[in-house]
């Protein structure tokens, strides 16, 4: 995998490729399991801990880290289907917010502690509709990409209308792709 500077991934300091799933999901549930001050995410889709083996370890990191008093905050592409997995991590006192705005990204991360970073990219789909799983995935160790993706999450939080699951219906504006 080349990086924008021409350099190989793995040749970039700070930097390992994650050369599948299993290596993905593993390397976030380890970074969000040694969090001591904050995680941050930003992804497609939420699912409950009950549909699959992925949420099932996701979800758990996430609620141990709220219970060692390290907050977890979570922006999700827009879309009913997420909604069940939103709920059940709400409910164990984890912020999560609907990006309104955007229905598919090909592109997520989890920033950890200021200076742990997985960035995930997928391909593009052929429908608007379609969602497909990562297919890329890099992990960064590097203060000031952590700091960069802090920002962009703090812009999204305050550029765009935002709405959680205790949002009142009659005060939302629908993104058409949510209904």
Known sequence: MWGIT???????????????RESYI?????????????????TNKLHK???????????KALVDARKRDVPARILV???????PGAIELENKGIEVRFQTS??????????VDSEHVI???????????DYWHSD??????SARLASMLHGDFDMRLTSEQ???????????ILNPHFV
């Open 6 to 20: 021409g350099k190989k991934v793995n040749e970039t300091p700070g930097s390992t490729e994650l050369t599948d």
């Open 26 to 42: 593993n390397g976030c549930v380890g970074m969000i399991n040694a969090a001591r001050a904050e995680v941050i995410l930003i």
């Open 49 to 59: 801990s009950t549909e699959r083996q992925e949420a099932r370890v996701i979800n």
């Open 77 to 83: 592409a827009d879309g009913y289907d997420r909604l």
């Open 102 to 111: 955007q229905h598919l990204s090909d592109a997520s991360y989890l920033c």
């Open 119 to 129: 960035v995930a990219t997928r391909g593009v789909s052929t429908s608007s509709q």
């Open 136 to 141: 890329s995935w890099v992990q960064f160790k």
């Open 162 to 172: 935002y709405i959680t699951t205790s949002t009142p219906l009659a005060g939302i």
